[in-house]
């Protein structure tokens, strides 16, 4: 298994706030890692930071190397989507492509060509007259078609509507991602993208909350639907949360043991948003 | 190399006034040229008490090739002022609108190094706008040459005609050196206005000529010397002096024009090519100071786009 980032204890502050407070995580090969947090949370400043974007104290090694001294090196392997509408406004599709097949070693320009000929995207448009959502697909068709190691994404598709927002995560499953590619995702709708992750890190406040696969999340963490009669002997066993929902009580429980939440009701696992509310409540708390 | 060229190609693209604004000023001397061999010509069909062959026929060859190199002159010079301003205006923009537009995020996502990227702006304007600025002078000029010429012919005199390729290849000559001069003695104002242009967050016109006007004052209030706003104004328009010949023997004069009712006086020296002199330029401090200063303010620039966050 390659290890692709590696941060150890990671901080950065603006004055007195704590953007990263000694974060410690590592992103593998071939995995879809999505880096999930409130605003504010330190997401983006945590990527900024693998990107070599911004200053940092602490550890943190990309491809093996440190972004803050062999950034433009390490950019040959990553590709990053920061945001919608920052494409340049003035530059027309086609020289778009031109460019990045100029300055881009591993860009394959016919990949980006046929991937947009199935977009609306005109060739001779201004990035600047295109729709929110078109530039998102020339974006998304740039970066399809560099060979990149490790792909980061910003909240790609905010402002998007729900068609483009499925559309894109559809399109980076089905045509990029491979084994050994690996994506890097922060969003707060979480529920978009909570079915194509392989890992989720929750952070809050600058702080690690959570850090696993989502298959040791479903071993980990259980909901329980419960009978109202019930909801005592659950709220006994140390739930993380408690939430009615349609007259029964729902129990979100961590570590709990199996035989004893089968006696209480209706077992599944839980989702990746109802999750991430109870850790974050659990750490106000 | 070729990511430099594609980055300057980029420039270009973006930064349209690079090559319109000179074309326009151009292609504005051609018109008034035009008109004006147009009003030769009606003069001379008209012939009142105009002695218009007179007036031809006192041409030789040497004033012929002189009124070309006059006129071509003062087209350089005007082309040279607009270039000035869209330099200015270019380095002031460059790496400030890709902050403000955020789209600095999209060019950092690309395998480029920071300094290539200030290299390619600095590029841009030493090199490819000057270049940009002699095409359209080069295209311009030759317009003009020809409808003067032919007006001229149709006046009574082929002196113009005849006398206008060498005096033209002549005037390109001196342009280029001029041009390429010029860039040299100006590095270290482009490498501060790419600071300036990589550093301000707002006002960036206001940030590159508020520290100079400060250093002036202040030393003035604090010392009552004017050493600064010397220095500055030596690098402002000190290049020529210093490009140019000072020796009086080849500053011959050959041609004068002298009307008593406006008061003109105009110097040609034989040769345009005479008065170029890079000995002295190359030699002098000023030169190499000037390029020791612009690489540190182009450190500066490559520093700050790559550590400044503000996206």
């Known amino acids: ?285 | 190399m070729s990511t430099i060229i594609a980055l300057v190609r980029r420039e270009l693209w973006e930064h349209r006034a690079i090559v319109f604004a000179p074309a326009i000023f151009g292609a504005l001397f051609v018109l008034v040229n035009l008109l004006a061999a147009v009003g030769i010509v009606k003069i001379q069909i008209e012939a009142g008490d105009v002695d218009l062959a007179g007036v031809v026929g006192s041409l030789d060859a040497l004033k012929a090739g002189a009124l070309v190199q006059l006129g071509l002159a003062l087209v350089a010079v005007w082309l040279n002022i607009v270039m000035v301003l869209v330099t200015l205006f270019y380095l002031l923009d460059c790496l400030y609108a890709e902050r403000k537009d955020r789209s600095i995020l999209f060019w950092k996502s690309l395998p480029l190094s920071d300094a290539s990227v200030v290299a390619s702006k600095l590029c841009t304007a030493a090199l490819a706008i000057p270049l940009a600025t002699l095409v359209v002078f080069v295209a311009a000029g030759l317009c003009m040459y020809l409808i003067t010429g032919t007006a001229i012919q149709f006046a009574g005199s082929s002196l113009v005609l005849s006398a206008g390729p060498l005096a033209f290849a002549e005037t390109v000559a001196f342009h280029l050196y001029a041009l390429a001069v010029q860039s040299l003695w100006y590095l270290p104002l482009f490498c501060w206005l790419l600071l300036v242009s990589a550093w301000s967050r707002r006002a960036v016109l206001l940030w590159a000529l508020l520290p100079p006007i400060a250093v002036i004052v202040v030393e003035q209030i604090a010392l009552g010397t004017k050493h600064f706003a010397t220095l500055l104004q030596e690098r402002l328009i000190g290049v020529y002096p210093l490009a140019f010949t000072d020796d009086p023997a080849r500053q011959q004069l050959v041609w004068r024009y002298e009307d008593e009712h406006a008061d003109v006086d105009l110097q040609f020296s034989e040769g345009l090519l005479e008065l170029v002199d890079p000995g002295r330029i190359l030699g002098s401090p000023g030169l190499w100071g000037g390029i020791l200063v612009a690489a540190l303010f182009f450190a500066a620039a490559v520093w700050t786009r790559r550590y400044r966050d503000d996206t």
């Open chain 1, 1 to 285: 298994m390659t290890t692709l980032v590696k941060a150890s204890g990671l901080s950065k502050s603006y004055g007195t706030v704590k953007a990263l407070d000694q974060a410690s995580f590592e992103i593998h090969q071939g995995r879809i890692v999505g880096l999930i947090g409130p605003n504010g949370a330190g997401k983006t400043t945590a990527l900024k930071a693998v990107l070599g974007l911004t200053s940092f104290e602490g550890k943190l090694e990309v491809l093996g190397l440190d972004p803050r001294r062999e950034r433009h090196r390490i950019m040959q392997d990553v590709c990053f989507i920061a945001d919608v509408a920052v494409l340049p406004k003035w530059l027309r599709v086609r020289k778009a492509l031109d460019l990045v097949d100029r300055l881009h070693p591993r860009f394959e320009r016919s990949r980006a060509e046929d991937f947009l000929s199935r977009t609306t995207v005109r060739m001779d448009s201004k990035i600047g007259q295109l729709s929110k959502g078109m530039v998102t697909q020339l974006h998304l068709a740039l970066v399809m078609a560099i060979e990149a190691r490790l792909l980061v994404l910003d909240e790609p598709t905010l402002g998007l509507d729900i068609l483009f927002r499925k559309e894109f995560y559809k399109t980076l499953l089905n045509d990029y991602f491979d084994e050994n590619r690996t994506i890097l995702v922060t969003t707060h709708q979480v529920e978009e993208i909570e079915n194509i992750l392989t890992d989720v890190i929750f952070i809050d406040r600058g702080r690690l909350v959570l850090d696993e696969s989502m298959d040791s999340i479903a071993d980990r963490f259980v909901e329980v639907s419960v009978k109202p009669d019930r909801a005592e002997a659950a709220r006994q066993l140390g739930p993380l949360s408690e939430q009615e929902m349609f007259g029964r009580r729902v129990f979100l429980f961590e570590n709990g043991n199996a035989e004893q939440l089968r006696d209480l009701g209706e077992m599944r696992t839980p989702g990746i948003a109802d999750l991430f509310v109870a850790k974050i409540k659990e750490r106000s708390a």
